[in-house]
């Protein structure tokens, strides 16, 4: 049973999450920043930093990913749906997102088709790996509840 969230804890998860986009923007960036900063606008500025519209769109996109995350994955809003079902709902949410992001926001060449086969199995990579994470979390949780219910029955 999950506790009662108060905002506070939102935005703890917000910017905990958006600290860890950050700064794997920011290895990215130290790493391919002067080669791609004449292909997306993610990195304009080459690898000398991150600039503050980038900063800004990814705050947005993980707001979303966050909503996203309070409303499929907990019990908060919706309470009879498979986990399956959920998982699908958010990791589809999450792909429109950013596919929305990379039209809007020019974050990629939209006519090459590297890109998106790049970006396609970079996010199915990272959906997979959240996955099995996700699945990690919920069996040691099912454990704690499982060694809880054992110690109350003796």
């Known amino acids: 049973m999950e506790e009662k969230k108060n ?36 990195f304009a500025l ?5 600039s503050t519209a980038t900063l800004l769109q990814l705050l947005f996109l993980v707001l979303i ?13 919706i309470k009879n749906m498979a986990l399956v079902v959920r998982n699908i709902l958010f990791f589809v949410t999450i792909l429109v997102a950013i596919t ?3 039209v809007v926001f020019s974050w990629f060449p939209l006519n090459d088709p590297r890109a998106w086969i790049g970006f396609i199995v970079s996010f199915s990579v990272c959906t997979v790996v ?12 099912n454990k704690k509840m499982q060694d809880a ?3 109350l029955k003796k």
Request: charged share 15%; no cysteine.
């Open 7 to 42: 905002i506070f804890d939102y935005i703890k998860e917000l910017f905990t999450s958006y600290g860890i986009v950050v700064l794997l923007f920011i290895v990215i960036n130290l790493i391919i920043g002067n080669e791609a900063g004449s292909v997306s606008s993610l």
């Open 46 to 50: 080459g690898s000398k930093g991150l």
């Open 65 to 77: 990913i966050t909503v996203a995350q309070n409303l499929f994955l907990t019990d908060l809003v």
């Open 100 to 102: 929305v992001f990379a």
């Open 130 to 141: 959240s996955s099995v994470i996700m699945r990690m979390e919920e069996n040691a949780e």
């Open 149 to 151: 219910l054992n110690r």
